[in-house]
């Protein structure tokens, strides 16, 4: 069975740093693009981030760029969110989730976290 489990949410000020981890099992980890994607409170999903099952190739919600970055290390089946210069607008829910289709992108996300917390306060 698929499992992704995310961690290291938590509180930061304005400005600060926060790093997200997904430790995946229950399938070849490195056959898949992966991705992150955040709920804020009474908002809708929002894509942040995706990876190529290799590392190969990022992409980011223009919302991140140049503050965020994805990144796996398929050895471990861990992915990684490094977010910097932190805002408010960036508290909420992380999810790590899986492409639906090995070796290929953006055919839908099949298989999901349970989301770790991020809040971003003065």
């Known amino acids: 069975q698929v499992q992704l489990v995310e961690s290291g949410g938590g509180l930061a000020q304005p400005g600060g740093s926060l790093r997200l981890s997904c430790v995946a099992s229950?399938?070849?980890?490195?056959?898949?693009?992966m991705y992150w994607v955040r709920q804020a409170p009474g908002k809708g999903l929002e894509w942040v981030s995706s990876i190529h099952y290799l590392g190969a190739v990022t992409h980011y919600a223009e919302s991140v760029k140049g503050r965020f970055t994805i990144a796996r290390d398929n050895a471990g089946s861990t992915l990684f969110l490094q977010m910097n210069s932190l805002k408010s607008e960036d508290t909420a829910i992380y999810y790590c989730?899986?492409?639906?289709?090995?070796?290929?992108?953006?055919?839908?996300?099949?298989?999901w976290g349970k989301g770790t917390l991020v809040t971003v306060s003065t």
């Open positions: 229950g399938f070849t980890f490195n056959n898949y693009w």
């Open positions: 989730a899986r492409d639906s289709r090995a070796s290929s992108a953006y055919n839908g996300l099949d298989s």
